[in-house]
């Protein structure tokens, strides 16, 4: 009976010890922070610069165009409205046609032979007619019906068979279009032009800094007047 009670009595207090001892080292145990591997969003991420794109001087390119086609025609009848088309790209080459169109526009705008179609009433009129406004797909036939739509009796037509480069010349054609009757009365193009000057990008024009040989020259040149000068002065 003693063993029993011994037993009874000792087993639980084993238990009670065993179970503070469980305690104690659960309190010890310390739980570290997850480590997330990776980069968080949008660090380190380099984006991609844009494409520098030259802006070429198409005025000084277009300009002898222009005025062949004025000089060798006249607006006919009273209607003497005329439509800067929108340019036929087949150079192959990424274009950007909104410098060119400026240019025209510009050009055109210093002459007064014909009244150029404002370009708010062209946007206006290719809503209606379901162009784009910025058609791939120039055709002489398209820019001529839509002429007809803003009651213009010309169209000036340009497309660029090239681009310029730093050795060559770009390779323009420029036709004058009679919207009544679809007949080319007029063509320019680069063969009419065979001198035509080398263009440069206007973004490249620089002005250089005089070198160290040039300043020592002049430094040169100063001394040997001034020496001139003083020499004359104890002559006189």
Same mark, same amino acid.
């Given at each position: ?12 207090i084993?238990l009670?010890?065993?179970g ?5 080292q659960?309190?010890n ?6 480590i997330i ?6 660090t ?8 520098i794109?030259?802006?070429t ?8 165009f #222009?005025?062949?086609? *004025?000089? @060798?025609s006249?607006? =006919? ?8 088309? !929108? ?10 046609t ?8 510009q ?11 404002d ?6 009129a ?11 797909l ?20 340009t497309?660029i068979?090239?681009l ?7 390779? #323009?054609?420029?036709? *004058?279009? @009679?919207?009544?009757? =679809? ?5 320019a193009?680069?063969k !009419?032009f ?7 990008p206007e ?10 040989s040039?300043a ?5 040149t100063t ?9 004359t002065?104890?002559?006189?």
């Amino acid at each position: 009976m003693n063993k029993i009670k011994q037993v009874f009595i000792i087993g639980p207090i084993i238990l009670l010890l065993a179970g503070c001892h469980l305690l104690g080292q659960k309190d010890n145990v310390r739980v570290s922070p997850p480590i997330i591997n990776g980069t968080p969003d949008g660090t380190g991420v380099v984006d991609t610069p844009p494409k520098i794109i030259k802006e070429t001087n198409w005025n000084q390119i277009l300009s002898p165009f #222009v005025d062949k086609i *004025l000089h @060798s025609s006249e607006a =006919g009848g009273a209607n003497n409205l005329i439509l800067i088309s !929108d340019i036929q790209n087949r150079s192959g080459d990424y274009l950007a046609t909104n410098q060119i169109d400026n240019a025209l526009y510009q050009l055109m705008s210093k002459q007064n032979t014909y009244t150029v179609v404002d370009k708010k009433a062209v946007n206006q009129a290719k809503q209606t007619l379901g162009i784009s406004a910025d058609d791939k797909l120039v055709s002489r036939s398209k820019m001529i019906g839509l002429a007809k739509s803003l009651s213009a009796g010309y169209v000036l037509f340009t497309t660029i068979y090239k681009l310029p480069t730093d050795t060559d010349n770009a390779n #323009v054609a420029m036709e *004058l279009l @009679s919207t009544q009757s =679809g007949e080319i009365l007029t063509r320019a193009t680069s063969k !009419d032009f065979p001198s035509q000057p080398k263009t440069q990008p206007e973004t490249d024009t620089t002005i250089s800094a005089p070198t160290t040989s040039d300043a020592t020259t002049t430094d040169a040149t100063t001394t040997d007047a001034t020496t001139t000068n003083t020499t004359t002065g104890v002559n006189q």
